[in-house]
T-cell receptor, first 115, second 115 residues
């Protein structure tokens, strides 16, 4: 079985400050890792993903995440946040060998940007 | 926008009733997964459909059932509704190939309230 732990339920950050949202996973096999963002009253949008290759992955809006196999982590970072980044962020893991690759999500981190 | 649509957007039912939620997949996708997101929680995998057959199921009772149609659209049916079924129901579509399943893209969700 696999699981995801998002250590912080809420993270307040001042505008233009850096932020890190933490994600740790547990799995006995290789994994795919994802970050999804959910804006108020909306569904989930894919932010970035790690499938294989380079352990550092980037999104088009300035977020990046690094896959660390030894620490079983996939933390999300942004060097300078904007008001528009206010949202709920979900880390998810999938097992590529499972057959249906269901996503197992963490409980989410609510990012609040303070003007 | 992901191209995945869901209907209705909101729904109110009473305990014991039955409900049907609908999802239209993104063009070119042949796999549909359903997730339940309770308030303040991460999404939980309900089941997945591939080529009109169930292809994996999460820890949900049999009163949660589904269908996938030849055009790859899908329905989620819930019988004998309970108060705890109140949640946001998310549909995600993806493409399954010989190389495995590709990234899942989510619709905006249907918010179900059971009174």
């Amino acid at each position: 079985a696999q699981s995801v732990t998002q250590l912080d339920s809420q993270v307040p950050v001042f505008e233009e400050a850096p932020v890190e949202l933490r994600c740790n996973y547990s799995s006995s096999v290789s994994v795919y890792l994802f970050w999804y963002v959910q804006y108020p009253n909306q569904g989930l949008q894919l932010l970035l993903k790690y499938l294989s290759g380079s352990t550092l992955v980037e999104s088009i809006n300035g977020f990046e995440a690094e896959f660390n196999k030894s620490q079983t982590s996939f933390h999300l970072r942004k060097p300078s946040v904007h008001i528009s980044d206010t949202a709920e962020y979900f880390c998810a893991v999938a097992n590529p060998n499972f057959g249906n690759e269901k996503l197992t999500f963490g409980t989410g981190t609510r990012l609040t940007i303070i003007p | 926008e992901t191209g995945v649509t869901q209907s209705p957007t909101h729904l109110i039912k009473t305990r014991g009733q039955q409900v049907t939620l609908r999802c239209s997949s993104q063009s070119g996708h042949n796999t549909v997964s359903w997730y339940q997101q309770a308030l303040g929680q991460g999404p939980q995998f309900i089941f997945q459909y591939y080529r009109e057959e169930e292809n994996g199921r999460g820890n949900f009772p049999p009163r949660f059932s589904g269908l996938q149609f030849p055009n790859y659209s899908s329905e989620l049916n819930v019988n004998a509704l309970e108060l705890d079924d109140s949640a946001l129901y998310l549909c995600a579509s993806s493409r399954m190939t010989s190389g495995g399943q590709e990234t899942q893209y989510f619709g905006p969700g249907t918010r179900l309230l059971v009174l």
